[in-house]
């Protein structure tokens, strides 16, 4: 499986982006898709999850509200939609896949996921 994950830029606080995430190489209705990031000295944490064909999701409670995850299998592309961004928001945006048997208690659970991509930055000024 590979990941890209492209839309990442500079703006400012309150302001909005879009992420993409482009999956090849495998069926992207068979995994679990997430959004994680890292911030500067920080370790990778979770940001939001989507199931695999019934869309339901699940969110970091730092981005409840602001931030929507959402698929297109046919396209087989993922998105992150990033509203009212803050600058504690600044860090590299990473999409990865699970295997295809994650359980949705363990959706959130960043060893669960094993193809990783490069990630794209988003930079948040104040």
């Known amino acids: 499986v590979q990941l890209q994950a492209s839309g990442g830029g500079l703006v400012q606080a309150g302001g909005s982006l879009r992420l993409s995430c482009a999956v090849s190489?495998?069926?992207?209705?068979?995994?679990?898709m997430g959004w994680f990031r890292q911030a500067p000295g920080k370790e990778r944490e979770f940001v939001a999850v989507?199931?695999?064909?019934?869309?339901?999701?699940s969110y970091a409670d730092s981005v409840k509200g602001r931030f929507t995850i959402s698929r297109d299998n046919a396209k087989n592309t993922v998105y992150l939609q990033m509203n009212s961004l803050e600058p504690e928001d600044t860090a590299v945006y990473y999409c990865?896949?699970?295997?295809?048997?994650?359980?949705?208690?363990?959706?959130?659970?960043?060893?669960?996921?094993?193809?990783w991509g490069q990630g794209t930055l988003v930079t948040v000024s104040s």
């Open positions: 190489g495998r069926t992207l209705s068979r995994h679990l």
């Open positions: 989507i199931r695999r064909n019934s869309g339901s999701t």
């Open positions: 990865p896949a699970d295997l295809g048997s994650t359980i949705w208690s363990e959706a959130t659970n960043i060893a669960r996921y094993n193809y």
